[in-house]
Nanobody, 121 residues
Framework: QVQVVESGGGLVQAGGSLRLSCVASGSGFSIRTMAWYRQAPGKQRELVATIIRGGPTNYADSVKGRFTISRDSTKNTLYLQMNSLEPEDTAVYYC???????????????WGQGTQVTVSS
């Protein structure tokens, strides 16, 4: 079993910064793709940024140039540095991990419980 836990959310004024972290804990697996998603009240969950192990990153147009996704694959840890935050960035942010088991089972997707980010104007 894998547990995914986010941290780092909070309340910040527009123009400010926050750094989100996510740790995937457990054993017997590796992670190819990790990502951040967000869901604002009354809206569907949307992709914010993805990062493939040892490979490229991808960002939603709305956050390009402001957010930076990174990971420490040795620690199964994901980060999201958010700068120049806007009220429109207010949402619950979710961490996603595509887990590849070293032995046996098929790949499986895991999600964290979410962390609230609120940007005041």
């Amino acid at each position: 079993q894998v547990q995914v836990v986010e941290s780092g959310g909070g309340l910040v004024q527009a123009g400010g910064s926050l750094r989100l972290s996510c740790v995937a804990s457990g054993s017997g697996f590796s992670i190819r793709t990790m990502a951040w998603y967000r869901q604002a009240p009354g809206k569907q969950r949307e992709l914010v940024a993805t990062i493939i192990r040892g490979g490229p990153t991808n960002y939603a147009d709305s956050v390009k140039g402001r957010f930076t996704i990174s990971r420490d694959s040795t620690k199964n840890t994901l980060y999201l540095q958010m700068n120049s935050l806007e009220p429109e960035d207010t949402a619950v942010y979710y961490c996603y991990a595509n887990v590849l088991w070293l032995v046996g089972s098929a790949p499986r997707d895991y999600w964290g419980q979410g962390t609230q980010v609120t940007v005041s104007s």
